[in-house]
């Protein structure tokens, strides 16, 4: 039997046209996978505005970034405080460090970048999941007040350039880094009723990773290309700024010189919702009627984007910003186009081509800051947060010398 199968093979390789001929592929070197936790220092409960710290050593494994996550447990501190819509509301800040202590990557107001990608890309039938729950998210007709007031456990992957952006972290080669997380405060992670104080409890800390563990031959020969030229990094991150928009008809500079700048999102949020705990401070308003960017006197784009009836054409825009991924529960009509207690948002793509990887570089190249033009019908008083997406390159050397590029 068996000697009459390997003739109808090779008969079968000699009649198949050579598009369907082909060999099977050679067994790779095996490689062992295992999920490895690392804990937090200090603790094990901790408060708003504490800082909580975890260390990433040196090993010979890769760590899997796409199987990399923040896990903790959380609950608010009463039955009348509840988390806003995502647990990442409690993460202010991220700072990512050296072994030597130098900042490698800061992610301020990380719990709002968040918020906005998730109104535009996370659809209400993922938040009804165990993934969505387990991220946070409230399921359809959930008490949140309930929810939030019983300690849970949390998983969140970590959005970043040094631990989202790469398949694979070579670990040995960074010399170790520690990841760095800012509790943010009550007032701006929860919502309350009855005048409740709000307040929250976060412990037992850990990332969570998927490391694959590498033999002997593999290693020595990633210690020798390391050796000779270094390990380079590439990845995208973002720069926060701050702007105050008073005045209807503003034009309002921001001082950003990244080399590669990729895209914009500007969220607008009134000061009355940020300034009253019973409402969602991550909440953003549409009292805009248009805008426009300018960048070393060119103009992005080349007529304004009208805001006013539907605010498609800044829809557009920001599909256009989000590769078209936008799917968001956020992006209702009603939801997109609220005068206070929305989720509209401004976005931009800032490269001049789609099949350009690199950004805009005028404003670093010209030294000159980037302009938005906004004209609204209302006397605005409102917070705008702007995150301008940049390229970054990181190049870690033999000699422990880490060079950052962006």
Do not use: W
């Not at 804990?39 to 710290?53: D, K, M």
């Not at 970034?65 to 608010?76: D, I, W």
């Amino acid at each position: 039997m068996s000697s009459t199968n390997a003739q109808f093979l090779q008969v079968l390789s000699k009649t198949l046209p050579p598009e369907m001929s082909f060999n099977l592929p050679k067994e790779s070197v095996y490689a062992e996978r295992q999920t490895v936790q690392f804990t937090a220092q200090g603790g094990p409960e901790f408060a708003p505005g504490n800082s909580i710290s975890v260390l990433l050593p040196p090993r010979d494994d890769m760590m899997d970034t796409h199987c990399t996550f923040l896990q903790f447990s959380a609950k608010t501190t009463d039955a009348n405080v509840a988390f806003c819509d995502g647990i990442f509301s409690v993460i202010d800040r991220v700072r990512i460090y050296s072994a030597s202590g130098a900042l490698l990557e800061e992610l301020p107001y990380y719990n709002l970048r968040q918020r906005i990608e998730a109104d535009v890309t996370v659809p209400q039938y993922l938040k009804d999941s165990c993934l969505g729950v387990a991220q946070g998210y409230f399921a359809s007709g959930a008490d949140k007040f309930a929810v939030s007031s019983g300690l849970h456990r949390y998983m969140l992957p970590i959005k970043s350039a040094l631990l989202a952006n790469q398949k694979h972290l070579p670990m040995k080669y960074t010399g170790g880094i520690r990841v760095e997380f800012t509790l943010a405060p009550g007032s701006d992670a929860c919502v309350v009723k009855n005048n409740a104080i709000p307040g929250y409890t976060v412990k037992d800390v850990c990332i969570v990773s998927d490391l694959i563990k590498l033999n002997d031959q593999q290693i020595a020969v990633m210690d020798a290309a390391f050796k000779k030229q270094g390990l380079k990094l590439f990845g995208t991150t973002y720069n926060h700024h701050f702007l105050n928009y008073s005045v209807p008809n503003s034009t309002l500079n921001i001082s950003d010189r990244s080399a590669s700048q990729k895209d914009i999102l500007l969220s607008f949020r009134d000061n009355a919702v940020l300034n009253d705990n019973a409402k969602d401070s991550f909440l953003r308003a549409k009292t805009i009627t248009s805008y426009q960017f300018s960048v070393a006197g060119r103009l992005f784009p080349q007529r304004p984007i009208r805001c006013d009836d539907y605010a498609s054409e800044a829809f557009v825009e920001l599909t256009n910003a989000f590769h078209g991924h936008v799917i968001g529960a956020g992006l209702t009509v009603d939801k997109f186009n609220a005068l206070a207690e929305g989720t509209f948002v401004v976005g931009r793509d800032l490269k001049s081509s789609r099949t350009v990887v690199s950004g805009d570089k005028s404003c670093k190249s010209q030294a000159v800051d980037m302009q938005v033009i906004l004209t609204s019908s209302v006397a605005p008083n409102q917070r705008v947060d702007a995150f301008i997406g940049i390229d970054v390159v990181y190049k870690f050397l033999p000699t422990s010398e880490i060079n950052i590029y962006k």
